[in-house]
C-alpha cells in the first residue's frame, strides 16, 4: 500500500504529493520525513549567535542554500572546518545538523566520528578503512541526505579518509543510490597558522577583520592539509581531486568575542546584567602572541569554567 502511494506520487502534482508524503509519514519513519532544512533558522542562528566568524557564516550559509536548492546536486556538499580550539567549529557543525533534520543532531541520519573514539589503533587502518566504507554506504543507501561529521581530522590516521574519495566526486546513482545528496564536513585545527598569521597580520596593520577574505585563505589551507603529516587529509587524494567544495577558516577570536561568548552564557543562566563578571573573565583568559595580546589562546572554551570561578 505504501509502495502504491509512493509510486503514485510520482505521477501527482506537488500539493497533491505533498498531502500524500504526509500521510506516508505518519505511518512510517525515513529520512524524507525527517528531513526538514530550514536554511532562514540556519542562517539566523548563525549571524545571530556566532561570533567574529564572518567567514564561517557567509561560507556555510551560502553553500547550504545553494546545495539544498538543487534537487539534483551534481556532487556531494563537502565542507572542512580548520581553525584553532575553541573557535566554534562544533558549534557551526551543530547548528548546521540541528537545522537540516526535524530531529536534529539526534536524528538517525546524521552521523558522526571521531578518530580517537571510532579508530584509536593506527595499525589497524586497513579494518577501518572496509568498515568506514561499507558503513557510509549503507548509510547512503537507506538515507541518500545523509550527513556526515568527522571531528578531530588531525588525529584521523593518514590513508584512511581516502576510502571516501569515491563518495565525494561526481558519481552517478548507483543501485539506485544517489551519492550526490550527501554533506560532508571534516573539522579539525589543521591551518590554523596560517589563518592565524593573517588574522594577526590584519590585526596589526589596524585593518577591519571584516576584510579578511575567503580566497585569500583557501589555497593555503589546503596546502596545509594536504603536506602536514598531523593531518587526516596528509598526501589525500580527495585534495587532489578537489573533491572539498570549500575550506572554512575560522579565525582566532579576541576579548571582545570572548567577552560575547561570556555574555551569551551568562543569560543563558539568567544573569544577563553581571558586566563585572564578563570583564573579569574577558582579562583572565590568556592573549597570544604575548606581544599585543590579541587572540585568546583557547578562544572561548574555558569561557564556562572561569564564569564559575568569578559569578
Ligand atoms: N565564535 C563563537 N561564537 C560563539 N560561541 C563560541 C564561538 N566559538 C566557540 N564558542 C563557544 O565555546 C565553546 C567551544 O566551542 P566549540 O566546541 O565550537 O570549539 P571548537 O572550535 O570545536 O574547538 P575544538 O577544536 O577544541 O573542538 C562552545 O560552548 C561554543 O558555544
Ligand atoms: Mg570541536
Known sequence: MLAILSVLCLYLTNPVCGVIQRLLCTFKDSCDCDFKPNIRDL??????????????????????ARFLQNNNPERPLVLSFHG?????????????????YGSAMSSPYVHQFVPTLHFPYPDQVNEYREELKSW???NLTECARSVFFFDEMEKMPPGLID????FLGPS????GTNYRKAIYVFIGSTGEEVIN?????NRQSGGDRDEIKWADLQEAIAQAAYNSNSSGFFHSSIIQHNYITRFVPFLPLSRRHVERCVHSQLCQRGSCGRSDVVEAVGGDMIYTPV???????TG??????KINLFL
Open 43 to 64: 542562517e539566523w542562528d548563525l549571524y545571530k549567535n556566532v561570533y567574529g566568524q564572518h567567514l564561517a557564516q557567509d561560507i556555510v550559509s551560502e553553500e547550504v
Open 84 to 100: 584553532s580550539s575553541g573557535t566554534g567549529k562544533t558549534l557551526v557543525s551543530s547548528m548546521l545538523g540541528n537545522h537540516l
Open 136 to 138: 557510509v554506504q549503507g
Open 163 to 166: 576510502v571516501l574519495q569515491p
Open 172 to 175: 552517478h546513482v548507483v543501485f
Open 197 to 201: 598569521k593573517m588574522a594577526l597580520e
Open 291 to 297: 606581544k599585543g595580546h590579541y587572540f585568546s589562546s
Open 300 to 305: 572561548c572554551k574555558a569561557v564556562p569554567a
